[in-house]
């Protein structure tokens, strides 16, 4: 059992209580530790979202209560990117900094869960994903994301403070595949087991220019690391969904905190208030279009998973940027970090597909894999065998 340590300076830890809430004894996932992002309700310990203003309370989480049945011990909630509207892990606290490098960001929203995995201070840890949330972070900390097809009755997003409810899914960060397809496993009763990758096709998604040499080069080795064991890979295309999901997600965020942008200055970092801001002024009409573009965009990728048995695509456009760092350079030139790293990762967000991070060769560069929805049991055993055959 991994336990959090005394000091944080990474500032990877917003609650640490005198004592852990210990799982009951004897569970399939008895002997394991987890983190809980700063968005679950978790009775007796506080929630604030990484942010210094107020948030609405989401009630109990039925996930956390449903692991700790199940034998897992949650130590202590985790900083995530203020209010999850973000992906560097900047917040009203100082921001979560990468483990192993001190001037770089470890990736959001999921900042303080990945970087508790990645220092092995939990086993898992508890995210949420709503356009990559889990996935960048676990790229760029070189561990494990999984985001779970929209809706899954195991992993409930009840309890959870909304950022876009559209959107958002809860999924879990640990140190490899097997330890990930444990808890899914005990949450759902099925049978996760290595799949086979021979015959398995893959429709490979690494856009001209939309990432730096080095991931172009990752992902390249990876798809041909599963060539090797008999998949076959083609390459595919799909478009940037921004238009779809970013008056979706502002719109939806600005809902959720109401009362707090009643007041001239809640609280929100100057980023945050402006993004709210921008969500509160997204009309209606502008939101049903984006839910019409949303639509077209998700037969796209019906048709994709349809000719194909997963996608692999980049998790994240370049290794970790700096702390600060605003634009990233990729082969299309330089770009903002938002829409650089958002357009690889919001489409299986948007659209609700299964998608696993894994890591790379190349050290904090992770790859996607994107599975059928509801195939998630499948997914994780795609990613089961990588592990083993490593």
Same mark, same amino acid.
């Given at each position: 059992?991994?336990?959090?340590?005394?000091?944080?300076?990474?500032?990877?830890?917003?609650?640490?209580?005198?004592?852990? @809430?210990?799982?009951?004894?004897?569970?399939?996932?008895?002997?394991?530790?987890?983190?809980?992002?700063?968005?679950?309700?978790?009775?007796?310990?506080?929630?604030?979202? #990484?942010?210094?203003?107020?948030?609405?309370?989401?009630?109990? #989480?039925? @996930?956390?209560?449903?692991?700790?049945?199940?034998?897992?011990?949650?130590? !202590?909630?985790?900083?995530?990117?203020?209010?999850?509207?973000?992906?560097?892990? %900047?917040?009203? &606290?100082?921001?979560?900094?990468?483990?192993?490098?001190? #001037?770089?960001? /470890?990736?959001?929203?999921?900042?303080?869960?990945?970087?508790?995995?990645?220092? *092995?201070?939990?086993?898992?840890?508890?995210?949420?994903?709503?356009?990559?949330?889990?996935?960048?972070?676990?790229?760029?900390?070189?561990?494990?994301?999984?985001?779970?097809?929209?809706?899954? /009755?195991?992993?409930? +997003?009840?309890?959870? @403070?909304?950022?876009?409810?559209?959107?958002?899914?809860?999924?879990?960060?640990? $140190?490899?595949?097997?330890?990930?397809?444990?808890?899914?496993?005990?949450?759902?009763?099925?049978?996760?087991?290595?799949?086979?990758?021979?015959?398995?096709?893959?429709?490979?998604?690494?856009?001209?220019?939309?990432?730096?040499?080095?991931?172009?080069?990752?992902?390249?080795? &990876?798809?041909?690391?599963?060539?090797?064991?008999?998949?076959?890979?083609?390459?595919?295309?799909?478009?940037?969904?921004?238009?779809?999901?970013?008056?979706?997600?502002? #719109?939806?965020?600005?809902?959720?905190?109401?009362? =707090?942008?009643?007041?001239?200055? /809640?609280?929100?970092?100057?980023? +945050?208030?402006?993004?709210?801001?921008?969500?509160?002024?997204?009309?209606?009409?502008?939101?049903?279009?984006?839910?019409?573009? $949303?639509? =077209? &965009?998700?037969?796209? %990728?019906?048709?994709?998973?349809?000719? &194909?048995?997963?996608?692999?695509?980049? =998790?994240?456009?370049?290794?970790?940027?700096?702390?600060?760092?605003?634009?990233?350079?990729?082969?299309? *030139?330089?770009? /903002?970090?938002?829409?650089?790293?958002?357009?690889?990762?919001?489409?299986?967000?948007?659209?609700?597909?299964?998608?696993?991070?894994?890591?790379?060769?190349?050290?904090?560069? !992770?790859?996607? %894999?994107?599975?059928?929805?509801?195939?998630?049991?499948?997914?994780?055993?795609? !990613?089961?065998?990588?592990?083993?055959?490593?």
């Amino acid at each position: 059992m991994t336990r959090p340590p005394t000091d944080d300076p990474q500032r990877a830890w917003a609650y640490r209580p005198e004592q852990p @809430l210990v799982g009951t004894p004897g569970g399939p996932l008895d002997g394991l530790t987890f983190s809980v992002k700063d968005l679950y309700g978790v009775p007796g310990w506080p929630l604030h979202a #990484s942010t210094r203003a107020p948030v609405p309370d989401p009630g109990e #989480s039925p @996930l956390v209560a449903r692991l700790l049945a199940l034998g897992a011990t949650a130590t !202590g909630k985790t900083h995530l990117h203020e209010i999850a509207l973000g992906i560097t892990g %900047l917040n009203g &606290y100082g921001g979560t900094t990468h483990p192993r490098e001190p #001037s770089r960001v /470890p990736g959001g929203s999921s900042s303080g869960a990945a970087v508790s995995v990645a220092l *092995g201070q939990v086993d898992f840890a508890l995210g949420t994903d709503t356009g990559g949330s889990i996935r960048v972070p676990a790229a760029w900390c070189g561990v494990v994301g999984f985001k779970p097809t929209k809706g899954h /009755p195991a992993w409930s +997003t009840d309890g959870v @403070l909304p950022l876009s409810w559209t959107c958002d899914h809860a999924g879990p960060l640990a $140190r490899d595949v097997a330890t990930v397809a444990r808890v899914h496993r005990a949450l759902t009763t099925s049978a996760v087991t290595p799949q086979d990758w021979n015959g398995v096709r893959v429709g490979l998604w690494l856009p001209d220019g939309w990432t730096d040499d080095t991931v172009h080069a990752a992902v390249t080795v &990876y798809a041909h690391d599963l060539e090797t064991r008999g998949a076959t890979v083609q390459p595919v295309t799909f478009p940037e969904v921004l238009d779809a999901y970013s008056p979706i997600v502002l #719109s939806e965020a600005a809902h959720v905190h109401t009362d =707090a942008l009643r007041q001239d200055d /809640p609280g929100f970092l100057p980023f +945050t208030l402006g993004a709210l801001r921008q969500g509160q002024a997204i009309t209606e009409a502008e939101y049903r279009a984006a839910f019409d573009r $949303r639509a =077209a &965009y998700g037969a796209l %990728l019906d048709g994709l998973l349809t000719a &194909y048995d997963v996608l692999l695509a980049p =998790a994240v456009p370049t290794p970790p940027p700096l702390i600060g760092q605003d634009e990233v350079d990729i082969g299309e *030139g330089r770009v /903002p970090l938002r829409r650089a790293v958002l357009r690889l990762t919001a489409p299986f967000s948007l659209l609700g597909a299964p998608t696993l991070a894994l890591p790379s060769a190349a050290p904090f560069v !992770g790859v996607q %894999l994107v599975g059928r929805h509801g195939q998630d049991d499948r997914l994780l055993g795609l !990613g089961l065998a990588l592990e083993v055959g490593r």
